[in-house]
């Protein structure tokens, strides 16, 4: 499976984005969707994932109540709607899939090239 993200940009504090990961090729092929982001000199961290099938979600506790995860099977793709964002998340924002119910980066295989996502006044 191929990933793309899109819907990164530079936003004020308090703003909103809507990132999106369109997945194509062996689309049968993922169960589960994950967002990570790595802010400058910091490692890659969790952030949300979704079950494809049953849509359940869970979030990193830095996001919980301003972030968003869903899905569109019929699309083929998976949103991160960030609201309220603040400086601190800023960072370059990457869609993963798994086959495995975990936020353990390593037991995601395919990964998209990342989206930047800036937060500044």
């Known amino acids: 499976v191929q990933l793309v993200e899109s819907g990164g940009g530079s936003v004020q504090p308090g703003g909103s984005l809507r990132l999106s990961c369109a997945a194509s090729?062996?689309?049968?092929?993922?169960?589960?969707m994950g967002w990570f982001r790595q802010a400058p000199g910091k490692e890659r961290e969790f952030v949300a994932r979704?079950?494809?099938?049953?849509?359940?979600?869970h979030y990193a506790d830095s996001i919980k109540g301003r972030f968003t995860i869903s899905r569109d099977n019929a699309q083929n793709t998976v949103y991160l709607q960030m609201n309220s964002l603040k400086p601190e998340d800023t960072g370059v924002y990457y869609c993963?899939?798994?086959?495995?119910?975990?936020?353990?980066?390593?037991?995601?295989?395919?990964w998209g090239q990342g989206t930047q996502v800036t937060v500044s006044s």
């Open positions: 979704i079950a494809r099938s049953s849509g359940t979600t």
């Open positions: 993963a899939t798994s086959a495995a119910w975990t936020a353990r980066e390593i037991r995601y295989d395919a």
């Open positions: 090729g062996r689309t049968d092929s993922w169960y589960y």
